[in-house]
């Protein structure tokens, strides 16, 4: 009786140590597998570990784990002009034939000439009135138009459709955040409404947890949500704001790609406790795009400086990801 009750013992340690083998994050199926082994991804992994582990002095409690991302450059690509632009642009030149006086503006002319130099040639202000001549009007009416130019437009270089040119590894790490208890935000200087509708079907982000710039919002007589006119660019420091005040509290997360993240970044990281800022560095030529301090589109200048100042992750697309956008 001894011998089976001893045996019975042993194989119940055995039992217990495979159980808690297997609930070791190191034993259980890769949840990156698109990111190469390496510091950045051991840092992901640890602070994940670290903030969801009961027991452990950081601990975060479910509410409080917040991760806000940047969209153009951190979730998918932005060259050779940010997609939303690309958008705007086509739309522009499908409504033109409605608009004879479009011609009479320098930026509006240009576009519907194809001269994408004079297009931007008066930069952020130019581009925000060729947004609000194209993006204004019924919401489910402009989403629909969204919709519609993503299954049908392909991205200039590539040949693919946009939402094909989205960062496989991003969207793993957006997967394994949400399994862990996080809730994931887009916090992007896009049209918010532009990117609301397609982040749920392609990041797994609802409506509800995308904040980015905005036309101004009402009510028509026939109870219609419409937009006319701007109203906040979401950039820089505007994306803590933007935060603060959807959310009512500091992210515990943050991921951008450009010095338009650098604000959102710090601010992340000025809270108490477990934090973590990454940044996407464009180092990938031959897969996708390189570009870093003197780029006209998703500059990263003073974001590599501060990252190297304050320990921050600088995630290298070369060296880092071993497959950059989702198979074909």
Known sequence: MNYIRNACV???????A??????????????????????NKQA?????????????????????RIAVFDNDGT?????????????????????APAHPEWRDKPVFKAVLDGDMKGALQEGERGLIEVVVATH??????????????????????RDIAYTGMV?????ELLAYLRANGFQTWIVSGGDVEFMRAFAERVYGVPPERVIGSRLRLALDEDGKLVRNGFDWLNDKENKVLGIAQALGRRPILA???????????RW???????????LVHHTDAAREFAYDRTSHIGRLDKGLDAASAGGWRVVDMAADWAQVFPPR
């Not at 042993?10 to 217990?16: G, I, N, T, Y």
């Not at 979730?75 to 409504?95: I, N, S, T």
């Not at 960062?167 to 969207?171: A, E, V």
Request: hydrophobic residues 50%.
């Open 136 to 157: 204004a009007g019924d919401i489910d009416s402009f989403r629909a138009e969204v919709k519609s130019w993503l299954a049908q437009a392909r991205h200039p270089g």
């Open 268 to 278: 992340t990281m000025q809270g108490k406790g477990a934090r973590f800022a990454g």
């Open 44 to 64: 992901i992994v640890d602070f994940v570990t670290r903030v969801t582990d009961p027991r452990h002095v950081e601990h975060v409690p479910l509410p409080e």
């Open 10 to 16: 042993r194989h119940a340690f055995v039992l217990l």
């Open 18 to 39: 495979l159980l808690c083998a297997l609930s070791n994050p190191a034993f259980a199926a890769d949840p990156l597998p698109s990111w190469r082994a390496g510091a």
């Open 167 to 171: 960062y496989q590894p991003m969207l």
């Open 75 to 95: 979730l998918w690509a932005e060259q050779p002009m940010y997609f939303q632009v690309l958008f705007a642009f086509d739309r522009l030149r499908a409504l």
């Open 255 to 265: 991921f951008g790609n450009s010095d338009g993240d650098l604000a959102m970044l």
